[in-house]
């Protein structure tokens, strides 16, 4: 029986700021943030999108009626959980209406968390094959204004429907995997923001990269020729290609421009979204298997999955006849056609207009969001969320 990903459902913030303008208000060459890091916008959250209320958005697009029956478990990665106790797999699955016959449950390991979730959600399939798993992996990347990191923001999230006989992609059995402690990366319970070494970070994405492809050639006996495709995880779309770039000289010209080309087409979405954390990963798969015409079914695609702290995997899956009639690519054109301009200064301002910490109630303006899910807002240390479609 295959088992894989049935359905991919995507969702990013109506707003964003274009990091020319970003660069310029920095002090800094436009092309290091175009060129350098590879990122041309900076999708932002409104105060009214939080990571459930993103992920539920992503997934309100994909889930029909059927799949309402066959959910019975929704797991939810995230490194920007809103609660220390409680899921937002619980959120979620009120807002989309789902069956109460379910688990749901949060899993983290910083971007890691929704690749630990789809190998949960296979394992559970592989039981329970007529049952479904709603994975989500959702985030916001906030670093701060005027740091480091900044030009490595984003807001988005995917949902990724796991089942028996999928429609897109079905998962193969040999993957590998690496736990490492160390402090790349990391955000203490009480910070808003992230903490990062980027120059380490970035050295032990690539060492955590080369292993487990080593780990797996030594595995499979596969090599780079057996990959229509490599999708990465994607802080920012220039991490992936230097990664790429260590092992690429292993292909002959014709696998060495192929992975390059695919390599490009992965990263349009990510590049105009900025860093998802969890989602990062399968949004690069969704940008290549929705603007790469040529890919053919039964193509092997590789996905690398890095997790600041860290835990690395590379596994693989192979896509299945016919796997365009899954996708939502009109829908997701859209998406970013009708995404709203912020100058710097607006985003400055959005950015710095938090919730209240201290327990106090807020009333939020849900009109200025055209998200159907929204947070309209927090009373007894509760966030009210409504589905505008309801
Ligand atoms: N034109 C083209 N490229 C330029 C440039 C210009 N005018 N100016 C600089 N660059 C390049 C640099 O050469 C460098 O490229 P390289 O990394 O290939 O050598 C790149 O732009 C970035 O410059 P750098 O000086 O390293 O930037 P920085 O010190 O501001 O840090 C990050 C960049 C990515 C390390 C930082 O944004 C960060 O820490 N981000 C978070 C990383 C992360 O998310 N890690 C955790 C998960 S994996």
């Known amino acids: ?24 208000a920095r002090n800094v060459e436009p092309e290091k943030f175009t060129i350098g890091i590879g990122q041309e916008e900076m999708a932002l959250a409104p105060i009214t999108q939080d990571s459930v209320t993103l992920a539920a958005n992503a997934a309100l697009q994909i889930i029909s009626e059927e799949d309402k029956k066959a959910i019975d478990f929704v797991i939810f990665g995230t490194e920007s959980g809103i609660d220390h106790s409680k899921s937002g797999a619980v959120y979620v699955h ?37 049952s479904k798993v709603l994975v989500l992996g959702s985030d916001i990347a906030r670093y701060g204004l005027n740091t480091s990191g900044e030009a490595t923001q984003g807001a988005g999230a995917v949902a990724l429907l796991i089942g028996a006989n999928p429609g897109i992609l079905a998962l193969e059995n040999e993957d590998v995997y690496l736990t490492n402690d160390i402090m790349d990366f990391w955000r203490p319970i009480y910070s808003e923001q992230a903490f990062v070494d980027g120059k380490f970070s970035n050295e032990q994405y690539i060492l955590f990269f080369q292993k487990v ?18 999708c990465y995880h994607l802080p920012y779309t220039k991490m992936g290609l230097k990664a790429l770039r260590t092992v690429i000289d292993e292909a002959e010209e014709q696998d060495k421009e192929r992975l390059l080309e695919n390599y490009k087409t992965s990263t349009q979405y990510n590049r105009r979204v900025g860093n998802i954390y969890t989602g990062s990963l399968y949004l690069s798969f969704l940008s290549l298997i929705e603007q790469q015409e040529r890919l053919k079914a039964g193509s092997r695609i590789g996905f690398f999955s890095y997790g600041s702290g860290a835990v690395g995997e590379f596994f693989t899956g192979v896509l299945q006849p016919n796997y ?50 929204c947070l309209a807002g927090i009373t007894d240390n509760k966030r009210q969320y409504i589905n505008k479609l309801d």
């Not at 029986?1 to 991919?8: A, F, P, S, T, V």
């Not at 749901?104 to 394992?123: L, R, S």
Request: charged share 25%; with cysteine; aromatic share 8%.
């Open 213 to 230: 492809w080593e780990q797996y050639k030594e595995k499979t006996g596969l090599q780079l020729a057996d990959f229509e495709a490599i």
């Open 94 to 130: 009120k807002l989309l209406g789902l069956k109460p016959q379910a688990r749901a449950i949060e899993v983290k390991q910083a971007c890691y968390g929704a690749t630990a979730a789809i190998q949960m959600a296979k394992g559970h399939v592989a039981l329970h094959p007529e």
């Open 1 to 24: 029986m295959e088992i894989g990903i049935d359905k991919i459902g995507f969702y990013t913030p109506h707003q964003y700021v274009d990091m020319n303008n970003l660069a310029v």
């Open 324 to 373: 365009q009639a899954h996708l939502n690519t009109e829908q997701h054109a859209k998406l970013f056609s009708s995404r709203e301009e912020l100058s710097v200064e607006q985003y400055e301002e959005i950015f710095s207009n938090t919730l209240p910490t201290d327990g106090s109630t807020i009333e939020l303006d849900v009109k200025q969001d055209p998200a159907p899910i």
